[in-house]
């Protein structure tokens, strides 16, 4: 089992940054690829990032230039630094973990494992 807690959600300008942080406990992160979604009220969860195990990387053309996600595996951390916010970036954050191998790194429907979620809000 893996245990995700986000953290560092708030409330920002547009234009302005944040670095969330997805802290893992249960199970080493080394092994797992990582992502980040997002809900916004009304909407369906939808993919923003994602690291492979190895160190790969993707992201949703909505957040493509102004996103980054990295890994520390030595803290068992994921993060998710977001620049340049907008009020569309208004969403609950989550991140989500698997172990699978050979699957559409994009699709949520592939995370065995989801954190409680983090509340971004971008004001205009």
């Known amino acids: 089992q893996v245990q995700l807690v986000e953290s560092g959600g708030g409330l920002v300008q547009a234009g302005g940054s944040l670095r969330l942080s997805c802290a893992a406990s249960?199970?080493?992160?080394?092994?797992?690829?990582m992502a980040w979604f997002r809900q916004a009220p009304g909407k369906e969860r939808e993919f923003v990032a994602a690291?492979?195990?190895?160190?790969?990387?993707y992201y949703a053309d909505s957040v493509k230039g102004r996103f980054t996600i990295s890994r520390d595996n030595a803290k068992n951390t994921v993060y998710l630094q977001m620049n340049s916010l907008k009020p569309d970036d208004t969403a609950v954050y989550y991140c989500?973990?698997?172990?699978?191998?050979?699957?559409?790194?994009?699709?949520?429907?592939?995370?065995?494992?989801w954190g409680q979620g983090t509340q971004v809000t971008v004001s205009s």
């Open positions: 989500a973990a698997t172990r699978r191998r050979g699957v559409v790194i994009t699709t949520r429907g592939i995370y065995d494992y």
């Open positions: 249960g199970r080493t992160l080394s092994t797992h690829s």
């Open positions: 690291i492979t195990w190895s160190g790969s990387t």
